[in-house]
């Protein structure tokens, strides 16, 4: 789950209509800001394909895309769930050649166990990145205002509206997506984390609600450099982004300094995962790309570079220490403990819960 | 005067192209997604059902499904996000008119050797992207911003105000950006106004103010109409302005109708809400036709 810029791409979209494809051309649809600045450059001069490299902010656009049809994409980076997973279900995605891809044992087997309940015997998915979403924080601000004996690593300090009262000044920010932020709501409000029933999607609401006029702005990608400047001091975020936050504010050295943390209550992890498009005009050259991602030391310097952990085992120790023993990153096993895969509500649910969520956003 | 008549066969041929344009890119289109607003959402590619529909080996049959329509009118939500956009729409055209009509007044007035100059200033920041102008006012109006810095450095305020993420910063990203169709109408109308009438109205001791209220004012009504239309009409639909600048109260159809169509992937009900927009965009339209040919007639 990345982001970057915004979400106004609807134009792009139309505009960038299916094109045919020569032969050693690969056409990759992938998040922006998500791969290190010389992958590609190195994949073509190894293998002599070509590639044409776009770019989305929200899974919704490449959705979009790949409903309408003839993409003109042979490999995406969708989500696990729920995004690739319907569209397996959808029957969107091509099986894997797996004689076509060396080094498929090298990927984490918890992950890969966990994705097989969604794509049964691993038919079409390969894991690339996986991180969590939790809470980024100002250290100094939040302490000043709450004190030392401040409460950090738990949901209430996005949903208690006495905390979050305080905080409002400084600037409290949640996520722009009605899934991440519901399903916090409830484990916040001690309910399981995937209570979708109209009553529960209600009580997760008002639990939003009550906070709502305190809450700076919704969005899943500015809190990154407003974090960073020190504009915002809570954002509900994703792990990577905050820590870029953190590194962004540690270079240019403004004294704002970023911690991100995993709520004790528990928290979603999610995966992004590659796959070929049915329609994929060159799968061949798709495979070609996975298989060269599947590298311990392809992927280990991309990890660097986009500060996500990736699914592939063999390449931990080629990560750049300090990232490999970052917790945000790579959490150790207690804060794993924690950590739960994000629900999938079913199409109803879902237009339930973006209905609602646009209410509570709007205070209707 | 009569229009002199060329023959009938040149004619239509002339009128042909711009009914063909329309033909191609408007009803067209408008009927693809009248098509989509009566189908159902489906998991597959494409995300909707097809309205004609076989059940058994060659028997077909064809499900209209208005139920998206009747959910637009049940659910509150919906005509609030018309609502919202409406009184967007209304309260930025009228500030555009406000702002805009002294400006383009002035430029009309102005010495001949100074009016391209200044109309080159109304037409230049089109030529920086409209997304670089929206994202430089929010380094205008945001907490730590030009505005702020400068106010707090000048001893004003104490402490930041807030405009990012407020409907003000809407109607300011609105009102900037739409200014210049205000203008340039505007401009065009009054450049051509015959100034031997607000002569002679002063020779027969009309007051100033008066002469505007009574002559120029009235005069400029079609460079005023068609400047709200060209204001009114796009910010309705909206979507980038209130999504970069506005706050998550900000509630405007184009907004819901991404949502609809991206995170419901509900292509159907985003399409119905289209096909709503339109509806209610059109009717002024009719109407500013049926008062014009009733002025026309009124006389003629």
Redesign the interface.
């Known amino acids: 789950m990345k982001k970057l810029l915004?979400?106004?791409l609807?134009a792009c979209l139309l505009a960038g209509a299916a094109t045919a494809s020569a032969a050693d051309e690969l056409h990759i649809y992938n998040w922006s800001d998500y791969i290190a600045e010389d992958t590609i450059e190195n994949f073509e001069q190894a293998t002599g394909i070509e590639v044409v490299y776009d770019v989305y902010d929200?899974n919704?656009?490449m959705?979009?895309k790949?409903?309408?049809?003839r993409s003109g994409y042979d490999l995406i980076f969708p989500t696990a769930r729920p995004f690739a997973e319907?569209h397996i279900?959808?029957g969107?995605y091509q099986p894997l050649d797996k004689a076509k891809l060396e080094g498929l044992d090298n990927l984490d087997p918890v992950i890969m166990d966990s994705l097989a309940s969604i794509d049964k015997n691993n038919a079409h998915l390969v894991p690339y990145m996986w991180g969590s979403s939790g809470i980024g924080y100002n250290v100094d601000k939040v302490r000043e205002i709450l004190g030392d004996d401040m409460p950090k690593d738990t949901w209430r300090l996005l949903f208690d509206p006495e905390i979050v009262a305080k905080l409002a000044d400084c600037?409290v920010t949640l996520m722009d997506d009605?899934t991440e932020v519901l399903v916090a709501a409830n484990i916040y409000r001690g309910a399981d984390a995937d209570d979708f029933s109209r009553d529960g999607i209600k009580a997760a609401s008002e639990v939003v609600a009550a906070v709502?006029d305190d809450?700076?702005?919704?969005h899943s990608s500015q809190y990154i450099n407003d974090l960073a400047?020190?504009?915002i001091c809570v954002a509900h975020g994703y792990s990577g982004d905050v820590l870029q936050a953190r590194d962004r504010a540690a270079e240019a050295d403004n004294g704002v300094n970023i911690a991100y943390a995993v709520p004790s209550e528990g928290a979603l992890v999610w995966t992004d995962v590659m796959a070929i498009p049915a329609d994929a005009p060159n799968p061949e050259a798709a495979h070609a790309f996975i298989s060269y991602l599947l590298k311990p030391e392809v992927i280990a310097p991309i990890t660097d570079y986009v500060a996500y952990a990736n699914a592939n085992r063999a390449a931990t120790e080629l990560v750049d220490e300090e990232i490999r023993n970052d917790p945000g990153i790579y959490p150790p096993e207690e804060t794993q403990a924690k950590l739960q895969v994000t629900p999938t509500p079913s199409?109803r649910q879902?237009?339930a819960l973006?209905?609602s969520w646009?209410?509570v956003?709007?205070?209707? | 005067m009569k229009p002199t008549s060329a023959r009938p066969s040149t004619r239509h041929l002339i009128i042909a192209v711009p009914w063909f344009w329309l033909a191609l890119f408007f009803l067209l289109p408008f009927l693809f997604v009248l098509k989509i607003s009566l189908s159902e959402?489906t998991?597959?590619?494409?995300?909707y059902m097809d309205l004609i529909r076989e059940i058994e080996d060659g028997f077909v049959t064809l499900v209209i499904n208005f139920s998206n329509y009747q959910l637009l009118l049940e659910?509150?939500?919906y005509l609030?996000a018309l609502w919202g956009s409406l009184k967007v729409a209304a309260i930025s055209t009228l500030f555009c008119l406000l702002i805009g009509y002294p400006m383009a007044y002035a430029i009309a007035r102005s010495p001949l050797h100074w009016r391209l100059p200044l109309l080159m200033l109304i037409i230049l920041p089109f030529w920086t992207s409209f997304l670089i102008r929206i994202y430089a006012w929010i380094g205008i109006l945001?907490?730590?911003g030009l505005l702020n810095n400068l106010l707090m450095g000048l001893g004003l305020i104490d402490s930041p105000l807030a405009i990012m993420?407020t409907p003000l910063a809407v109607y300011i990203g609105v009102v900037y950006n739409y200014l210049p169709f205000v203008v340039l109408p505007l401009y065009a109308t009054l450049i051509r106004l015959d100034l031997t009438l607000l002569e002679a109205a002063a020779d027969l001791g009309c007051r100033p103010w008066k002469q505007f209220l009574l002559i120029t004012l009235p005069l400029s009504m079609p460079g005023v109409i068609a400047g709200a239309m060209l204001v009114f009409i796009p910010v309705m639909g909206e979507?980038?302005i209130p999504?970069?600048l506005g706050?998550?109260?900000?509630?405007m159809l184009g907004k819901?109708m991404?949502?609809e169509?991206?995170?419901?992937?509900?292509w159907p009900l985003a399409s119905s809400l289209a096909a709503l927009l339109l509806v209610v965009l059109i009717l002024p339209f009719v109407l500013l036709r049926h008062f014009e040919r009733r002025s026309e007639e009124g006389n003629p």
Not at chain 2, 43 to 47: E, H, K, V
């Open positions: 915004h979400t106004f609807p929200a919704e656009v959705e979009a790949l409903l309408a049809g319907r279900q959808a969107l600037g009605p709502r809450i700076r702005y919704f400047n020190g504009d199409e879902i237009r973006n209905r646009t209410r956003k709007t205070g209707q | 959402p998991l597959a590619q494409p995300p659910d509150s939500l609030s945001k907490a730590n993420h979507f980038v999504d970069l706050g998550p109260d900000t509630l819901l991404w949502t169509f991206f995170s419901n992937k509900d």
